[in-house]
């Protein structure tokens, strides 16, 4: 419209200047160069220099309308072309939903092709490759929306968590760090790295870790994280053992103890770092300690450990009847001193022990595996067979086992944390039950 109207008003002036050409025949010499010239009419001159001007104008508005049209044109074509990638993000979103993920995959890949930084499309790819397993993708995606706007944590906690599914830890490691230090105090982060911490088994950062987490919770911990805390500071005091530093790690030790009595690992530590350096007596007290506060029989195999290595059977025997003694009716006591005399081939003993232990708990398997091997060696097989059968069936068992108290895994020999699930301080004696025991009968 703009061109129509310069064109019009070019063709009006130029008539107006026409006709005053024709009223002034005046003419003038106009020179090209310093050679050349030409005669011309002033009016001639005029009209000459003023269609030179239109035309340049004209010609520059037509440019800018054309170059207008042209943005005009690519910006509604672009608008389109979003809004059907956005379409098909809606689409991939209906895929995903009806566990169609391949579908949604293809629609997600056609949508970021033409809106490579829609961050909805980016969000919902990098859980449709999670569920398809495609987890490299799924880390492309989620990096690219961390590109994309570098303050939105929750992306680093999503790629941390993939990461760690994926059994990187250094990136996922990598990744917490960077929340810590770009956020300050985070407890989200600090139980991230705590648990890579412990699954690389660095036990120490670990305990750094859940110390920040302890006193930024204050009185509002959960008694789950007290108990974590407890035992990674059990775990702190055992490297510190390990690196040499004894009287930092017995001091750990010892204030463990004071807070958490029934702890039985610390017990156990500093009565073996007592035993190493020849302090017996100590480090007997100790595992009587142990077991008083806690009742765990760990501390009678320990005991007996301890007399059987110092080729002292004679204070074993000992312990033990003090123990009786001071809890008769002890189950544990009753059976390890029987267990004991056993070991010793006290066979006359042993019985006459371990038949105070099952009328304490008749219905223990562990009670009924001894009776049956102190008859045995006795030559009383016809008890030692009905013994048999009351356990279960004899398995050549001369171990009693532990058992987590968490997850239920069973094993022989003791350890402060269960392998398994990661516990600490769950194992107990399993002396079995009769829940599906066989009944006892001669044949």
Not at 176 to 199: C, F, Q, V, Y
Not at 221 to 234: P, V
Not at 315 to 342: C, H
Request: hydrophobic share 40%.
């Amino acid at each position: 419209m703009a061109v129509r109207l310069l064109f019009l008003l070019f063709v009006i002036i130029l008539v107006g200047f026409t006709y005053i050409s024709l009223l002034n025949g005046q003419h003038i010499q106009f020179f090209f160069s310093a050679t050349r010239q030409a005669e011309v009419s002033v009016s001639e001159l005029a009209i000459l220099s003023f269609s030179l001007g239109a035309a340049l104008v004209i010609l520059g508005t037509l440019v800018k309308d054309v170059t207008l049209a042209s943005k005009n044109w690519k910006e509604r074509r672009e608008k389109q072309r979003k809004e059907a990638a956005r379409a098909r993000v809606a689409k991939a979103q209906e895929f995903f939903q009806k566990g169609m993920l391949d579908e949604a995959a293809k629609e997600l890949e056609r949508s970021l092709s033409v809106n490579p930084d829609d961050r909805e499309a980016l969000d919902l790819l990098s859980s449709v490759e999670t569920e398809r397993g495609n987890s490299l993708e799924a880390v492309k995606a989620l990096t690219r929306l961390k590109q994309l706007d570098p303050s939105d944590l929750s992306v680093f906690f999503r790629l941390a968590a993939l990461y760690r599914r994926m059994n990187d830890l250094d990136n996922a490691l990598s990744l917490l760090k960077a929340i810590e230090d770009a956020d300050g105090e985070n407890p989200r982060a600090w139980e991230g790295l705590r648990e890579i911490h412990l699954l690389r088994n660095e036990m120490v950062p670990a305990y750094a870790m859940q110390k920040k987490i302890m006193k930024h919770k204050g009185k509002a911990a959960a008694s789950k994280d007290q108990d974590l805390f407890n035992a990674l500071r059990y775990e702190k005091a055992v490297v510190r053992m390990s690196e040499g530093k004894t009287d930092d790690a017995e001091r750990r030790f010892r204030e463990l103890l004071k807070d958490q009595p029934h702890f039985c690992a610390s017990y156990i530590a500093l009565s073996e770092h007592k035993r190493s350096r020849g302090d017996l007596d100590e480090a007997t007290d100790l595992l009587l300690k142990g077991y008083r506060a806690t009742r765990n029989a760990v501390f009678l195999i320990k005991l007996e450990d301890l007399g059987v290595e110092t080729v002292n059977p004679q204070s074993v025997i000992g312990i033990y009847t003090d123990l009786l003694q001071e809890f008769p009716s002890d189950f544990d006591a009753n059976l390890f001193m029987g267990k004991f005399f056993l070991r010793l081939e006290m066979n006359d003993e042993a019985v006459e022990q371990l038949l105070k232990a099952e009328s304490l708990e008749p219905e223990r398997e562990s009670v009924h595996i001894l009776l049956a091997e102190a008859f045995r060696r006795r030559g009383r097989y016809e008890p030692a067979c009905q013994h048999y059968q009351r356990a279960f069936a004899y398995k050549r068992r001369y171990l009693i086992p532990f058992r987590c108290s968490k997850c239920g895994k069973g094993t022989i020999k003791w350890a402060a944390r269960c392998p398994d699930c990661g516990a600490w301080n769950a194992y107990s004696i399993d002396h079995g039950s009769r829940e599906y025991a066989i009944p006892a009968s001669i044949r």
